[in-house]
T-cell receptor, first 113, second 114 residues
Framework: AQSVSQHNHHVILSEAASLELGCNYS??????LFWYVQYPGQHLQLLLK??????LVKGIKGFEAEFIKSKFSFNLRKPSVQWSDTAEYFC???????????FGKGTMLLVSP | ETGVTQSPTHLIKTRGQQVTLRCSSQ?????VSWYQQALGQGPQFIFQ???????GRGNFPPRFSGLQFPNYSSELNVNALELDDSALYLC?????????????FGSGTRLTVV
């Protein structure tokens, strides 16, 4: 079955620390990969997406992610987090030809000032 | 600001009742997907509508049903509500029916079943 795993449910960092959130998906095939962010009380917003091409993808607010096909991974990174990055982050995978996105359970990031 | 509008924002219903949630898709988007996000979980796919037809369904019972209208807006109906139906219900619109396209999400409807 298609599944998406996010390794950390909660992450606490100090401002200016570097961030890496892990995401793995269950099996191969052609995939489209997404990271969404959900700020408290707000809707899901797209941070970045990968469809094809350069496996290093840059998104909004200084976030980037790297697709490693051999590891079925799409990890999210940011060199220096800010207090305003406090939010829940969701990795999502769309297998080509399917209607759905499959989401991970999310990682709650708390950045302390 | 999101182009997807959902109503109502919050709703409290009693077990056994029926509920209808509404979604207006982003301009230019012809596909609507519905997701259920339980507390502490990621969104779970309920179903998708494309050109007024159901186009894919997740692991949800038949008491979860939907409609899409000619203007691409959509409704999610849930009959015989159960306590476990309490969740945030998200609507997402896209241009195209597969997961090959990005989705724009609405702010959701928070449903509480008591």
């Amino acid at each position: 079955a298609q599944s998406v795993s996010q390794h950390n449910h909660h992450v606490i960092l100090s401002e200016a620390a570097s961030l890496e959130l892990g995401c793995n998906y269950s099996y191969g095939g052609t995939v489209n990969l997404f990271w969404y962010v959900q700020y408290p009380g707000q809707h899901l917003q797209l941070l970045l997406k990968y469809f094809s091409g350069d496996p290093l993808v840059k998104g909004i607010k200084g976030f980037e992610a790297e697709f490693i096909k051999s590891k079925f991974s799409f990890n999210l990174r940011k060199p220096s987090v800010q207090w305003s990055d406090t939010a829940e982050y969701f990795c999502a995978v769309g297998w080509s030809g399917y209607s759905t996105l499959t989401f991970g359970k999310g990682t709650m990031l708390l950045v302390s000032p | 600001e999101t182009g997807v509008t959902q109503s109502p924002t919050h709703l409290i219903k009693t077990r056994g009742q029926q509920v209808t949630l509404r979604c207006s898709s982003q301009s230019g988007h012809n596909t609507v997907s519905w997701y259920q996000q339980a507390l502490g979980q990621g969104p779970q796919f309920i179903f998708q509508y494309y050109r007024e037809e159901e186009n894919g369904r997740g692991n949800f019972p038949p008491r979860f049903s939907g409609l899409q209208f000619p203007n691409y807006s959509s409704e999610l109906n849930v009959n015989a509500l159960e306590l476990d139906d309490s969740a945030l219900y998200l609507c997402a619109s896209s241009h195209g029916q597969g997961a090959d396209y990005g989705y724009t999400f609405g702010s959701g409807t928070r449903l509480t079943v008591v």
